[in-house]
């Protein structure tokens, strides 16, 4: 590899650890507003820059909300896989479903959804559950196995169609619009968002704050669980950019 790109690309990830490392140092307690803000745009900027460059030919024209999506789902771990279900039973209910066939919208309406009306639901594997159990990460489905439920159940189907409804209700997909949006241009978390930091587990996983079957979802993604994403994120990153030989702020011409 030519020295001065090398040199380039490791300039830039050294640029983002170092954002990273200055909002790990804010007092949460007090500056849980500036650390929001700073975290959000950090990665609206590394998931643009990334899809002009190395993500290009994954994304093409898409949108910023499908550009974020997918490059927290290529370098933040299997939680960004995760399609909420409450998210999809919601939309599916409101009719936001134009592009499938109606047999596969009552599918995704019902997947894994409540079975009767009673106080107490079954789950597909038969164990009880309250309703009102808050709901977990844990409750939800890869897009994947989403996927392949629906193609089984209808073989007529279009995957590729599918797929693309389900994006948007993946985690990526919800926290560029409760988070990465409101932070950005309204200056807090947006309708459907919870910022209850103190929830079980808020500091590792993304976390609900409404009920089992509560639709549409209330989520959080703590600025403790972020950063560690963006750590990862840039981890993630930089080894490919180097591997590609690609910049992914290439100089101006």
């Not at 460059?53 to 024209?61: M, S």
């Not at 409101?94 to 079975?115: E, Y």
């Not at 890869?142 to 439920?149: E, G, L, M, P, T």
């Not at 981890?235 to 992914?248: G, I």
Request: with cysteine.
């Amino acid at each position: 590899m030519d020295e001065n790109l090398e040199w380039r690309i490791r300039a830039f990830f050294d640029y983002w650890r170092k954002r990273h490392a200055f909002i790990s140092k804010l007092d949460l307690s007090e500056q849980r507003y500036e650390a929001n803000v700073l975290l959000w745009g950090a990665f609206d900027a590394l998931s643009n820059l990334w899809a002009k460059e190395v993500g290009k030919k994954e994304c093409g024209n898409s949108s910023k909300r499908i550009i974020f999506d997918a490059f927290l789902a290529r370098y933040g771990g299997d939680v960004f896989q995760l399609v909420s279900l409450p998210d999809v039973w919601s939309r599916a209910d409101r009719g936001d479903v134009s592009k499938l066939p109606k047999n596969v919208c009552i599918f995704l309406s019902g997947i894994k959804r409540q079975k009767n009306s009673s106080s107490i639901y079954k789950y597909e594997d038969d164990s009880d559950m309250d309703a009102r159990t808050t709901r977990s990460p844990s409750d939800d489905l890869n897009i994947d196995d989403v996927v392949y439920q629906v193609v089984t159940n209808y073989p007529d189907a279009n995957r590729d169609e599918i797929e693309q409804w389900l994006i948007l209700s993946r985690y990526g997909a919800i926290a560029y619009k409760a988070f990465r949006n409101a932070y950005i241009h309204e200056g807090q978390a947006g309708k459907g968002a919870h910022e209850i930091s103190s929830l079980y587990g808020g500091k590792e996983r993304p976390t609900y704050s409404s009920w089992l079957y509560s639709t549409p979802p209330v989520m959080g993604f703590s600025v403790e669980f972020m950063l560690g994403i963006l750590k990862r994120c840039i981890e993630q990153f930089e080894p490919e950019a180097l591997t590609l030989q690609v910049d992914p702020v290439p100089p101006r011409q």
